[in-house]
């Protein structure tokens, strides 16, 4: 009697177990099913809508529209200008900003007028020690021609004199040299092409 009732235990699992299975084919057809009916009206929808993804081929030709944006626009190389040496008032700009220059362009002037004061002035001091050189070399020349007119000590203080106004000379070429390089960086030159 135990396998009598062990068997019609094992018939009864065996009954759910296929009656669970055909329940599941019946549920993965209905599935299956209204899934198709439902593929079948999003497809007509999806005729109707446009793609999500365009392909365009890229081809050279002119814009026809316009965009407007708004944001800073800076250098893609900052570069910065100035002068050497002693700063001045700025008198003149001859370049707008963001403007494109070439190397050696004249960008802006400074105020020349104390430069060329100094130049001036540079220029009539050598003027005054070329002259006060002369006068010295003439001196020392007529007392090396007058052996027996001048002592060796006003000899020696002639050749001295000389020897000190040409220094001075060069001292005063110097000096221009000096005030024409200051004129001459009064105007700002751009360094480099940009």
Excluded: C, Y
Excluded at 22 to 51: I, N, Q, Y
Excluded at 147 to 175: C, H, M, P, W, Y
């Amino acid at each position: 009697m135990d396998q009598s009732v062990g068997s019609g235990v094992r018939q009864r699992w065996r009954w759910r177990f296929a009656s669970a299975g055909a329940v599941l084919v019946l549920v993965a057809v209905a599935w299956m099913l209204v899934r198709s009916h439902a593929g079948a009206s999003t497809s007509d929808k999806d005729a109707e809508a446009p793609p999500l993804v365009t392909v365009v081929v890229p081809a050279l030709g002119a814009v026809t529209s316009k965009v407007s944006l708004t944001g800073l626009i800076s250098a893609r190389n900052d570069m910065p200008i100035g002068n050497e040496g002693d700063a001045g008032r700025i008198s003149e700009v001859l370049v707008e900003a963001g403007s494109r220059v070439r190397k050696g362009q004249v960008l802006a002037r400074l105020n020349p007028i104390t430069a060329q004061a100094q130049l001036d002035s540079a220029e009539a001091s050598l003027e005054e020690v070329r002259a006060n050189s002369a006068v010295a070399q003439s001196e020392w020349a007529r007392a090396q021609q007058g052996d027996d007119i001048f002592s060796k000590e006003e000899k020696e203080r002639r050749r001295n004199t000389a020897l000190t106004a040409q220094a001075r000379v060069r001292g005063a070429e110097a000096q221009v040299r000096d005030a024409r390089n200051k004129l001459a960086q009064t105007i700002i030159l751009a360094p480099t092409d940009d």
